[in-house]
């Protein structure tokens, strides 16, 4: 069987064909079920083309069971070509976290096709590479604490600063319902699409494409200890010192219902550094 792997969907308009292209519709406060579904059936559909050496590192057996079996809701394969990941590129992966989740994919695979992996934590201390050279910089859920932190835009300076001409920020978030005060969104860990895209297009980001791969039509966003509520994480209780939290645990009842909403709704955004 050939192994097939996702590439460009909706291309944007770059500010020179502003007049001659737009922007797939973004969502807002008040759209139904309906709505959201004829906007996302109206983004482009994926095209496919082989990459083993990407395959491989999704299908090795030395990735953790728990996560392959997060692979049905954050789509590996597809979201890191529609990225545009390339054999022989250098990655940073920022604040990967203890579990690693795509370090585990993103490291073995730089190394089987010559590339190179750097995780960085603290992106203020340095990038971990020389200035102008990362083919792709990768943030996985993690501007609801930057913003909440006040880090945003010098974290997306450090990362325009590291990637070279062409180079891609890769994006998964935790999307809100757009329109939305990202101050309030913030600490249920969601935060608003057109809220990052304009902090990355302020930082001298261009928007080259955005993707519902990650969509979750089940999430509805509102959860008694945020997204934290629902897998993998399944906050079942109130935490300690967290004033937004509902302050009564979940009933089994309840935990079922989270369990089955899966992951939360996410954005998948890729940007360009200009040249």
């Known amino acids: 069987m050939r192994l097939l792997a996702l590439v460009m969907t909706t291309a944007l308009a770059l500010p020179a064909l502003a007049a001659a292209q737009t ?15 004829v906007r996302r ?24 069971a728990a996560d392959v079996a997060r692979d049905v809701y954050r789509h590996p394969f597809e979201t890191l ?6 054999p022989g590129s250098t990655i940073v992966e920022i604040e990967p976290g203890s579990g690693g989740w795509w370090t ?5 695979y730089a190394e089987v096709t010559g590339g190179t992996y750097v995780a960085v934590s603290r992106p203020l201390e340095g990038m971990g590479v020389e200035d102008g050279i ?23 300076a450090a990362f325009f600063k590291a990637l070279k001409p062409g180079g891609v920020l890769a994006i998964e978030q935790h999307r809100s319902v757009d329109g939305l005060n990202p101050d309030v969104t913030a600490p249920s860990g969601y935060m608003p699409e057109s809220h990052v895209i304009r ?19 089940r999430d509805d966003h509102d959860h008694p200890y945020g997204v934290w509520t629902l897998p993998p994480v399944r906050t079942s209780a109130p935490r300690a010192n967290n004033a937004t939290d509902r302050p009564t645990p979940l009933t089994e009842a309840e935990r079922a219902e989270y369990d089955a909403i899966g992951e ?12």
């Open 81 to 86: 070509t529609f990225w545009g990941l390339t």
């Open 134 to 156: 990362a083919d792709m910089v990768v943030v996985a859920r993690a501007f609801h604490n930057w913003h909440r932190a006040g880090r945003t835009d010098p974290y997306l």
């Open 264 to 275: 939360s709704d996410r954005m998948t955004l890729r940007f360009r550094k200009p040249g």
């Open 41 to 64: 059936a109206a983004m482009t559909p994926p095209v496919l083309q082989e990459d083993t050496a990407l395959q491989a590192a999704i299908g090795s057996a030395a990735r953790p």
């Open 104 to 108: 585990a994919i993103l490291q073995p």
């Open 199 to 217: 902090a990355a297009q302020a930082a001298g980001f261009v928007l080259d494409a955005r993707s519902e791969l990650n969509a979750n039509p």
């Open 23 to 37: 922007l797939p519709a973004m969502p807002t406060l008040d759209e139904s079920p309906a709505q959201r579904t």
